[in-house]
Antibody, heavy 119, light 108 residues
Framework: QVQLVQSGAEVKKPGASVKVSCKASGYTFTSYDINWVRQATGQGLEWMGW????????GYAQKFQGRVTMTRNTSISTAYMELSSLRSEDTAVYYC????????????WGQGTLVTVSS | AIRMTQSPSSFSASTGDRVTITCRASQGISSYLAWYQQKPGKAPKLLIYAASTLQSGVPSRFSGSGSGTDFTLTISCLQSEDFATYYC??????????FGQGTKLEIK
């Protein structure tokens, strides 16, 4: 069965960086794009960007350009999202999600990783 | 960016009711629309994509319709497990795929 398992919660200080991992299993990792979506507490969903695990190509929402980097390690079927220059407004649950055949809806999601930014 | 507006933002219903949630796009998105269900503390779950295609394993009481700017999600006979928050998402406009603000469905 398809699973995306994310790393654990993080607490960071303003200005720091965080790197969240997303380990895929149950399917061919390089055949589906991985996206990252975040959700502040009690708020809606915000798409951050995508990565093609086969090529390493990425695309980011303009809001996060220059602060986000999405990478992968195909040998362990794991995707990563690193967000830098953290501020309090970045406190949220971060989800990885698989998208299908170049159509950017998301059929499988990770369980979420809470990132708290606090001094 | 394409703005997605859902209505209502919240409402109450009873098991067995038929309910409809509306999602409106600020510009045409053809049928590039998905619906998700989210329960507290859980990741969203895909219900419908391409505006009206039911995701595998999703009960047939869920249905979607619409194209262009106006879309609906209908639950034909509410079950207790359907009380959740529902989001629409457009995936027409790269590189910014936007979600609606959510509709919280509560038990009356």
């Amino acid at each position: 069965q398809v699973q995306l398992v994310q790393s654990g919660a993080e607490v960071k200080k303003p200005g720091a960086s965080v790197k969240v991992s997303c380990k895929a299993s149950g399917y061919t990792f390089t055949s589906y794009d991985i996206n990252w979506v975040r959700q502040a507490t009690g708020q809606g969903l915000e798409w951050m960007g995508w990565m093609n695990p086969n090529s390493g190509n990425t695309g980011y929402a303009q809001k996060f350009q220059g602060r986000v980097t999405m990478t992968r390690n195909t040998s362990i079927s794991t995707a990563y999202m690193e967000l830098s220059s953290l501020r309090s407004e970045d406190t949220a649950v971060y989800y990885c999600a698989r998208s299908v055949d170049g159509e950017y809806y998301f059929d499988y999601w990770g369980q979420g990783t809470l990132v708290t930014v606090s001094s | 960016a394409i703005r997605m507006t859902q209505s209502p933002s919240s409402f109450s219903a009873s098991t067995g009711d038929r309910v409809t949630i509306t999602c409106r796009a600020s510009q045409g998105i053809s049928s590039y629309l998905a619906w998700y269900q989210q329960k507290p503390g859980k990741a969203p779950k895909l219900l419908i994509y391409a505006a009206s295609t039911l995701q595998s394993g999703v009960p047939s009481r869920f249905s979607g319709s619409g194209s262009g700017t106006d879309f609906t999600l209908t639950i034909s006979c509410l079950q207790s497990e359907d009380f959740a928050t529902y989001y629409c998402q457009q995936y027409y406009s790269y590189p910014l795929y936007t979600f609606g603000q959510g509709t919280k469905l509560e038990i009356k």
